[in-house]
């Protein structure tokens, strides 16, 4: 399996700022994936991040509130924009190849707005 | 709309006795199904997983079993040990556009017992 690192792994920031994470891979990889955990919540996914072109929202998520970026086939960024309280989450990349339904967790920025 | 359920939040058990993470599905069109672990402050970590059309699959302590017709899979963890101690989430597989995409559920925290 890849492996995956995350950047930062915890920040705490103040309400209306942004932060972007960056998530790399050892390896290249088909797909990459950005998840939020709420506190007590389960997984649930913001966006596919596609190499080269705009990712792909999930319902209840949107560009200008999580804009992303794939510049190639081992990096991208999440960025929270204009954060409130409620954004304060884990925010986990994962990947995956072409073929396998298993995803790769990176260890997950843990974000708290105050 | 949760399609992807863990109803036991938590669950005890003694070292060297069965684990078993039970999970509910609502959504017929999930092809494939997952287990993940997760320690506190790193990212889910893949633990076996099973194809639709399949009724059990094995991977040394840990054993996944489907019920397609009563939209239940379980997994069984024998003998349990204290390093098992964890939060399980299952997984369902869902194909949107060009890949599949993962529904998680809201995890079951486990703690085994010396």
């Known amino acids: 399996s890849a492996v995956i690192s995350q950047k930062p792994s915890r920040d705490i920031c103040q309400r209306g700022t942004s932060l972007t994470i960056q998530c790399q891979v050892d390896s290249q990889v088909t797909m990459m994936f950005w998840y939020r955990q709420q506190p007590g919540q389960s997984l649930t996914l913001i966006a596919t991040?596609?190499?080269?072109?705009?990712?792909?929202?999930e319902s209840g998520f949107v560009i200008d509130k999580f804009p992303i970026s794939r510049p190639n086939l081992t990096f991208s960024t999440l960025t929270v924009s204009n954060m409130s309280p409620e954004d304060s989450s884990i925010y986990l990349c994962?990947?995956?190849?072409?073929?396998?339904?298993?995803?790769?967790f990176g260890p997950g920025t843990r974000l708290t707005v105050t | 709309d949760q399609q992807v359920k863990q109803n036991s939040p938590s669950l005890s058990v003694q070292e060297g006795r069965i684990s078993i993470l039970n999970c509910d599905y609502t959504?017929?069109?999930?092809?494939?199904f997952l287990w993940y672990k997760k320690y506190p402050a790193e990212g889910p970590t893949f633990l076996i997983s099973?194809?639709?059309?399949?009724d059990k699959n094995e991977d040394g302590r840990f054993t996944v079993f489907l019920n397609k017709s009563a939209k239940h899979l379980s997994l069984h963890i024998v003998p349990s040990q204290p390093g098992d101690s964890a939060v399980y989430f299952c997984?369902?597989?869902?194909?949107?556009?060009?890949?599949?995409?993962?529904?998680f559920g809201t995890g079951t925290l486990l703690a085994v017992q010396p």
């Open positions: 099973i194809s639709s059309i399949k």
């Open positions: 991040a596609n190499q080269g072109s705009e990712a792909t929202y």
């Open positions: 959504n017929s069109m999930f092809d494939y």
């Open positions: 994962s990947v995956k190849t072409s073929g396998r339904y298993e995803q790769y």
């Open positions: 997984a369902a597989s869902v194909w949107g556009g060009a890949t599949n995409k993962l529904i």
